[in-house]
Structures are given as C-alpha cells and as structure tokens.
Antibody
Framework: EVQLVESGGGLVQPGGSLTLSCAAS????????MHWVRQAPGKGLLWVSR????????HYADSVRGRFTVSRDNAKSTVFLQMNSLRAEDTAVYFC?????????????WGQGTLVTVSS | DIQMTQSPSTLSASAGDRVTITCRAS??????LAWYQQKPGRSPKLLIY???SLGSGVPSRFSGSGSGTEFTLTISSLQPDDFATFYC?????????FGQGTKLEIK
C-alpha cells in the first residue's frame, strides 16, 4: 500500500525557516517524481514544487522560487521541502503527492498534510 | 504561467441531478488535464486524468472531456457522497496550475 506521511510543520515567525519531510513507503520511491502542493486555510490548492525521480531536476511555483528548495533522499525514501524567508501568506497545509504512474504527473497519492503557520 | 479558470465557483444541485463543471486554460494544455475531488479536512482524490481517463476506483458517473483550452467534468447522477469541492489541474508545463475550485453544494 502506498503511504506518504508528512512531518515538520509548526509555528514559525515571519522571516524564519522550516523543513518539511515526506516519508514514502509501499512503492519504489526512486522511480517517481514527487510534488508538494499547499492549501491556505479556506482556500484552494496551489502547486508548490516538483522534484524528478533522481533529484536532478526541480521546479517551483513563482511565489516560492528562490525561497523554497525541494530535495530527496532515495536511500531513505523521503522528500524534503526547505522553506526559507517565510511569509504570512505561506501559512497553509502542505501535502506531498505522487503521480499515478512513473513518468506521468497526475497526482494519485497524497499524504495527510502538515500545517505550517507563519505568525509572530 | 498557464492560468486555469473554473466555472461556476459554486454550484447548488440535488441528488440525482446531472452537473457539469468547466475548466478553461489560458493557453493549450493538449489533454494534460486532471480533475480532483476534495472533501473538508481530507486530501484531494484524483478523479480524471488525461482529460477523460477515469481514475482507479472512481465511479463511472464521473466523466471528463475536452482538449486544448476547454474541459468539462460531468457527474451524470449526483450521489450524496459527491458533494465536495472539485479542482482541475494542468500538467502540460512545469507549472502544474490548479483551477480555483468549484464547490458543489446540496440544494
């Protein structure tokens, strides 16, 4: 069974940093690109970042580019999202997600999300 | 970046109704379009991928169509479990934009 479990969320002050983790199990992690998607309270979904299966290629939404860094450790089946220079508008539940099939990008498996609150 | 616009933003309907949600892209995304359903406090669920392919375990009352810049999600006969928020998402480019969502409410 595919499982994605996010962790690392919490309360952080504006300008601060936080690193989220997503531990994967139940599939060959190194075969799949991975994504981060966020959802501000009461708002819609916003795609945040993508990392390729081998970690060599990354992509970001304009709103986080230059502040967030996605990476992965295939030996530990974990994907990370390092978030720097956090702003109030980054407050959201952050989901990690896996595509339906290797080489595709429709997101079929999602974690339960981890809440990041940016506030003083 | 490609912008995705859904309509309507809110839709009121009754069980048994046929409903259609539209998603328009600011430029062509070919058929690289997915639909998701999300219930409050839950993670999104993939309903449709590649514009018209049904996700695993998704009931056949859900269907998708379209290509290029205009897409639709149709629910042929609403069931009580279907009331939720629906999102389209393009994955033609590395911006993976979501629509703003359509909340399907019970009339």
């Amino acid at each position: 069974e595919v499982q994605l479990v996010e962790s690392g969320g919490g309360l952080v002050q504006p300008g601060g940093s936080l690193t989220l983790s997503c531990a994967a199990s139940g599939f060959t992690f190194s075969s799949y690109e991975m994504h981060w998607v966020r959802q501000a309270p009461g708002k819609g979904l916003l795609w945040v970042s993508r990392v390729s299966d081998d970690g060599s290629t990354t992509h970001y939404a304009d709103s986080v580019r230059g502040r967030f860094t996605v990476s992965r450790d295939n030996a530990k089946s974990t994907v990370f999202l390092q978030m720097n220079s956090l702003r109030a508008e980054d407050t959201a539940v952050y989901f990690c997600a896996r595509p339906r099939e290797a080489g595709n990008a429709e997101l079929n498996y999602w974690g339960q999300g981890t809440l990041v609150t940016v506030s003083s | 970046d490609i912008q995705m616009t859904q309509s309507p933003s809110t839709l009121s309907a009754s069980a048994g109704d046929r409903v259609t949600i539209t998603c328009r892209a600011s430029q062509s995304v070919s058929r690289w379009l997915a639909w998701y359903q999300q219930k409050p406090g839950r993670s999104p669920k993939l309903l449709i991928y590649k514009a018209s392919s049904l996700g695993s375990g998704v009931p056949s009352r859900f269907s998708g169509s379209g290509s290029g810049t205009e897409f639709t999600l149709t629910i042929s006969s609403l069931q009580p479990d279907d009331f939720a928020t629906f999102y389209c998402q393009q994955y033609n480019t590395y911006s993976y934009t979501f629509g703003q969502g359509t909340k399907l409410e019970i009339k």
